[in-house]
């Protein structure tokens, strides 16, 4: 298509908006396709009612019970999004479990410890992505009580985004995923006295569980470019404009075929006089959004607390609430740690979710 416009426009999408006015942008494929940028008098969202199934969402994960084991979110054929809690435990009760459905990517949320591979010993703390790949034998062995935000991936595998113009070493360098340590591991292995011995295996939904005589982590060497591996949020660094605000899709953490997966991190705000510095309105018309919200301040957002996460359905228009963006002059910077999952294909609420639901949610921009 070709690139046309009618009225009042913006020279520089996001920046320069017309006094009393209001920028929405319309974009397709997640913000890496098409794109329109409409001038309205009014917030797109601006409602006083809405009757229907299409209305975001809000559930507040601190609400629910902090049980031992793993209990899906959202969920649909390409992804599911668990909330999970692992508990300290002794050596000879830890188990290995593997995924025949998909690679794994959890966020610590809270605790750190150790997670035992195939490839060696993976140390966590919170704020950090761990990512295992489909198959891959792996133990949660916690120090202390470990809370997870977990993505399978059931259609692809995750690889790195595509980092473009700004070059292999923007957003992470390589140097700072950590490896796993396989010397590390057999020599906590060998001061536990060899346990683990069972593996639980997940294959469409359904455990299977195998039993061994000696311990299941033998492996004394291994070589290529298949592993588990992490990546804190301190070792990140986001892309930044000091001139016009960037969407979201340059703070995207790791790719799918059909879902991606993003990290908000603090970082300082725009600094030209007309720039926008919230998050615009916009309808990411293509993909479902999920936010987590893990630590900081969510200025963009009344009355969210860390632990919560909400779900702006494809159709949804969406963006600030009405006091984030009146108040936004006087921000420098934001402080906020926030997971973002983009989904190509609808995303499916569980029924655990409907206990922890703030239902109002949808008029928190009544302002």
């Not at 601190?62 to 992804?79: A, D, H, I, W």
């Not at 610590?108 to 950090?128: A, I, N, S």
Request: net charge negative; with cysteine.
């Amino acid at each position: 298509m070709h690139h046309y416009k009618q009225g009042l426009t913006t020279q520089q999408a996001h920046k320069g908006i017309p006094e009393n006015c209001y920028e929405e942008e319309q974009g397709l494929k997640g913000f890496f396709g098409p794109v329109s940028h409409l001038i309205r008098k009014n917030p797109s969202t601006r409602w006083s009612q809405i009757d229907g199934p299409l209305k975001p969402q809000l559930f507040d994960l601190v609400k629910m019970p902090e049980s031992e084991g793993q209990k899906r979110l959202f969920y649909n054929s390409t992804v599911e999004v668990s909330w999970s809690w692992v508990e300290p435990k002794a050596p000879d009760k830890l188990k290995g479990f593997r995924s025949a459905d998909g690679d794994l990517l959890y966020f610590c949320h809270k605790g750190e410890g150790e997670f035992l591979t195939e490839y060696g010993l993976l140390p966590y703390r919170r704020g950090h992505y761990i990512m295992v790949p489909k198959c891959v034998v792996h133990t949660i062995a916690a120090k202390e009580k470990s809370n997870f935000l977990v993505i399978e991936n059931l259609t692809s595998h995750y690889e790195e985004p595509d980092r473009g113009l700004v070059g292999r070493h923007a957003i992470y360098d390589v140097n700072s995923i950590g490896k796993p340590d396989l010397e590390k591991m057999n020599a906590t292995l060998q001061s536990w006295g060899q346990p683990i011995r069972e593996i639980e295996v997940k294959r469409l939904g359904a455990s299977t569980r195998f039993l061994y005589d000696t311990t299941i982590y033998d492996v004394v060497g291994w070589k290529g470019d298949l592993f588990p591996y992490t990546l804190h949020v301190d070792d990140m660094m986001p892309l930044m404009s000091h001139r016009a605000h960037l969407p979201p899709s340059a703070h995207t953490t790791l790719v799918a075929r059909d879902f991606v997966v993003c990290t908000f991190l603090p970082r300082p705000l725009e600094k030209d006089a007309d720039a926008l510095k919230v998050p615009f309105y916009h309808q990411n018309i293509d993909y479902d959004e999920i936010l987590f919200y893990h630590d900081g301040d969510f200025f963009s957002r009344d009355n969210i607390h860390a632990g919560m996460v909400t779900l702006h359905p494809a159709g949804f228009p969406h963006g600030p609430h009405p006091k984030a963006f009146k108040g936004a002059a006087k921000k420098t910077e934001t402080q906020e740690y926030a997971v973002m999952l983009d989904s190509r294909l609808p995303l499916i609420c569980d029924n655990v979710l409907n206990e922890v639901e703030l239902k109002q949610y949808w008029q928190s921009w009544k302002g």
